[in-house]
Each structure stands twice: as structure tokens, then as C-alpha cells.
């Protein structure tokens, strides 16, 4: 079910119409970064994954992890067509345009709670879709402290969060996405993973000795949550706006993952002297550089 709501998510029309082009589809956990998953598992992820192959699809040690793609056209018919299928092998039918569990005839349900209206435009059409799939959706906006407690609680089928990583991971994966964190209020596992598997990835990574076996752990871990489809990417920023008068220099090599401004910037007395002088080109904006996070929706 996880993965045909994924399915049903236009990625590629969101982007265009909604983000302007500037969101990247990150296919990882850790966007940007040497922990990402690429391509089919290496020797050494295979050595970490083997232990737990009867518990894994057999598609993650063939190949590498890839969100589905759509024409970014608005109308995501063969995604949804995917969609459609997986649901009805999951054990749901449709009965009068209504899509139900098989069994109970509970109807399908997915009330999505945001905490900010400016979130309602990067998720309606995802609702829209949900409910061509015959899904009663919902959007709801609630105040600060409803949202929180909510969010503490797990009362919710979905909700927009992002998660902000690193690239030298400690504890915080744990609250992330560990078994123990996910009856925990105060924790951030939004999506209720509990999952051995990933507890068992959990401690390789925070376990590693050296900086490559905490990579080869997180490429392994980033593999174990993708396929488990608990998330909705919706991209990523590779970067931060902002804008300045051209009176400033800096070094040649930059920070791989930071602006390194004030710190590593300084005024250049050439170029401040022609903005003061009244020579003021226009001021430059949307420089990015590499940035690891992920932006998800649970």
C-alpha cells in the first residue's frame, strides 16, 4: 500500500509547476552526500545485508532504488495504473468509486495534516490523485499546538516533515527511524518504523570505525528504508537563495556543504569603492551548492 501511494505521487508536475524547477529528486536518504545509495549494492553493503535477505525484496540486491517518474504533463495515468494494481493486491477493491478493504469494507482513508496553509499548494494535486484512486483524502491545517501533539501522538495517516541529516551520523538516526523511537512522543519517527532490519543497520552505522564503514553502513541502511516505501520524497534544494551587493571575495574552494559566508568572505576594497560610487549592478541570487537533507513527507 506504502508503495502505490508513492506511485500516485506526480513528482516531476510539482516540481515544475509548484517548485519552479528547483527541486532535485534525491532517490536517497542522504541527498548530495557519499552515503547515498547508487546503483546495485556493493560487495561490502551485500556483506551487511545477506543476514537479512529472507526480509528484504529481492529487487534491493539487484538494483539500485529509483522514485517513480511521471511527464510532469499534470495527468499521471500510468503511475496510477501501477497504483490501481498494487492497491488491489494489497487486498483493496473498489466498491461505488469508493476504494475499500476487501474484507472489513473499511474504506480506504488518508487525512494529511499540515501546519502551515502554504503547504496546501505542493500537496493538492497529490490529493487529487489519491482520490482518482478512489481514496477518500483530506487536507488539514492545524494551529501550532494541535499539530504537535498530533504529530507526538501518531495520530495521523500523513503529514509534510522534513528531515534534516548529516554526513557524520550520530544518535539522532536513532530517534529517526529506530523501533524504540517509534512509541516514543518525543522522538521523530513520524513514519512508525519498526522495523529489525533497519535497527540491525542502526548500529553498523553508529558502531563504524573508520569513515568507510560508516558510508558503506549508510548505504546499506539508505537502501532498507527506500524499498520499505516509508516515506513520500518530495525532493530536495541543492542550496539556499540569497542575494548581495557584488562587493565581496572569496576563496576559490568553497565548502562543500555551507555558504561559508561571513566566515570565510571578506570586503574587497576594489569592488566596495564602485557600489559606493554608485555603481550598483543588479544583486545575485539562487547560488547553491552541494547540501544533504531530505525532504519527506511521512
Not at 153 to 160: H, P
Amino acid at each position: 500500500m506504502r508503495q502505490a501511494l508513492a506511485y500516485a505521487y506526480d513528482r516531476e508536475w510539482t516540481n515544475r509547476v509548484q517548485g519552479h524547477g528547483t527541486y532535485l529528486p534525491s532517490d536517497t536518504y542522504f541527498a548530495g552526500s557519499d552515503l547515498a545509495q547508487q546503483g546495485p549494492p556493493s560487495e561490502a553493503e551485500r556483506a551487511l545485508l545477506e543476514p537479512y535477505r529472507a526480509q528484504l525484496p529481492a529487487e534491493l540486491f539487484e538494483r539500485g532504488f529509483a522514485l517513480p517518474r511521471t511527464p510532469g504533463v499534470g495527468r499521471n495515468r500510468n503511475n496510477l495504473r501501477v497504483a490501481a494494481r498494487l492497491l488491489r493486491e494489497a487486498g483493496y477493491v473498489l466498491r461505488d468509486g469508493v476504494l475499500v478493504n476487501a474484507r472489513s469494507g473499511e474504506p480506504l482513508r488518508v487525512d494529511m495534516l499540515l501546519e502551515d496553509a502554504s503547504r496546501i499548494r505542493m500537496t493538492l494535486h497529490y490529493v487529487d490523485a489519491l482520490r482518482r484512486l478512489g481514496i477518500e483524502s483530506t487536507q488539514r491545517v492545524l494551529d501550532p499546538a494541535q499539530f504537535i501533539n498530533r504529530r507526538r501522538a501518531l495520530d495521523f495517516e500523513m503529514i509534510y516533515v522534513f528531515y534534516p541529516m548529516s554526513i557524520t551520523h550520530g544518535t539522532l538516526l536513532r530517534s529517526y527511524f529506530s523501533s524504540t523511537s517509534a512509541a516514543s512522543p518525543y522522538a521523530q519517527n513520524y513514519a512508525g518504523v519498526q522495523s529489525p532490519v533497519v535497527d540491525g543497520l542502526l548500529e553498523k552505522v553508529l558502531g563504524a570505525k573508520t569513515v568507510e564503514e560508516h558510508a558503506v553502513a549508510c548505504r546499506a541502511l539508505d537502501r532498507v528504508l527506500l524499498w520499505g516505501y516509508y516515506m513520500i520524497d518530495l525532493g530536495y534544494q541543492p542550496g539556499v537563495r540569497y542575494a548581495h551587493w557584488d562587493r565581496f571575495g572569496r576563496p576559490a574552494v568553497r565548502p562543500r556543504f555551507n555558504l561559508g559566508f561571513p566566515h570565510t568572505w571578506w570586503l574587497d576594497a576594489e569592488k566596495d569603492a564602485r557600489i559606493r560610487a554608485g555603481d550598483r549592478p543588479r544583486t545575485r541570487g539562487a547560488e547553491v551548492w552541494d547540501a544533504t537533507c531530505c525532504a519527506a513527507c511521512s
